[in-house]
């Protein structure tokens, strides 16, 4: 993907230049840390790329791309909070190196940067790309309280899953692609075009990911294999699971998913439903669903294909995360 | 108070109006029950009342007055959780009902709330309201960690201090005056000087909330009797004390302000220290130093001195809170 190490030089080179020297330091180290300890930084790249194919000016875009980022990372901060994660990338997260007030504290005060990194953008952009940007927050905050919901609720249906992941993984995206064209004065119809086309393949990547825990190679994976299941959580396979189950196998699927064990019977008899009732090929049809549509709303941008080849690439990078 | 009467009503019927029927209500819910518990709700008022002083449009000063009101709450929610307080507004916290997670997420989604609020102004006062509230935003997290800095700070100067206390209370009255002033379309002038009129009040009303902590009528002002001593705080009593104080009362202060306990004699001991050094009356012409300084921005305003009034009177009333 050579595309993506030309556009991740260009973020890590703004990430430096633009680390925060402000003070007190107790409240901005743990920001320049997070932000230091990179990940791929695709959402930003996402902002660039769009930019780029609508012909805009990096010097004008860089900075937004910049706060996509440290939102990014201020949803992390408190995820990790939430989720009492000891690490993230590898290193130990924010409020485990420094508690919680200074988890909370940190995120809050990133968020607010990342509203100051649009502020060289002319008024009417300015006001535009805030639009975005803040709906998105708020879609977030929503998809991130229906996970939680979705724990104790028994009766998740597949309609509701996908509001979720839309609302956790795919608008983000989506706004990502969608401020990047703003900024390079794509019309309306471009710009919702190319936000739909985020959005499908944000969604399509989190169902990826749902796939993987349980069908996925460890080894490339790097996570627990199913993970999910010891969590019972309510992923794609286990709503496509209980809907195309018999009575006595959607009778078993609750049974374990009310238990919160490690006995592998678990893992063994689940997986063993997940088989039958073949959601491992319903989940890989829905993927590609949904990656087509992605790639028809990327086929409605009146742009020579040649400038699109690095969105088909990156939605090839993120669906075949195994090959 | 009359005025603040009227105010107080106009702001009530809107945060009404504009209460959040958003879903899921696990998010919205704790949002509606912070800000439905109103406390005086000053900061949204001080946006009202400084967009009347300069001619302007009530329906169009109405919601940035909320989104004010709501960043308020929403530092509130946070403050919560870090300060493990129970109970705000004689309410329990929203962290105590719902949990950390939900304070947390709630919290968040308020602060988004906000700037959406702004949402209905043209672009160019869209984007000047933003800045200030963006700037004012990180302001008071800079304010809140230095506060929590100083806990543990051996050498806290007065200066560290007033920054401290602008950073956390001066400069969201300051702001909340500023962007009513421009929302009136007041020239840049007279919204800084609104915008410092603000300030120095708040600066003051913090100086007199330290004050009132240990000289104050306990019965009317509703707090525990040297709270602050028993907490050890770096208040400006205790960095009055210290600087007026000989070495031995020096020696002396620093011994009890390094124990936790609730032994009378430390608020014996150090209140006897506060009186010999004098620090009520050095800590009074304070206030009445900074009161003199807003009434100075005031004056520079050019407007008919009877649409001063309210201004006067609210400062007057703030300061005043024993009378």
Redesign the interface.
Known sequence: MQFLDKYQEIVAKAVEKYVFK???T??YEPMNYIISHGGKRLRPIMVLMANDLFGGDLQKAIKPALAIEFFHNFTLI?DD??DEAPLRRNQPTIHTLHG??TG??S???L???A??FF?DLE??L??AC??VF??T??LL??G???D??FETLPNVTFNDYIRMITYKTGVLSASSFEIGALIAGADFKDAKAIFNFGKNVGIAFQIMDDYLDVFGNQEQFGKKHAGDIYENKKTVLYLLAKENATEEERKELEYWYSKKTDNVDKIYSVEKIFRRTKVDEKTLLLIQKYNEIAQDYLNKIDVPDEKKKPFVELANYLLRRES
């Open positions: 402000d003070k007190p107790e409240l408190h909070i939430m919680i007030n909370i504290l995120g809050d005060a968020l607010l940067k509203y100051k502020e008024p009417e300015f006001k805030i639009r803040t709906h927050g708020l905050c929503e991130q309280q229906y939680i919901n």
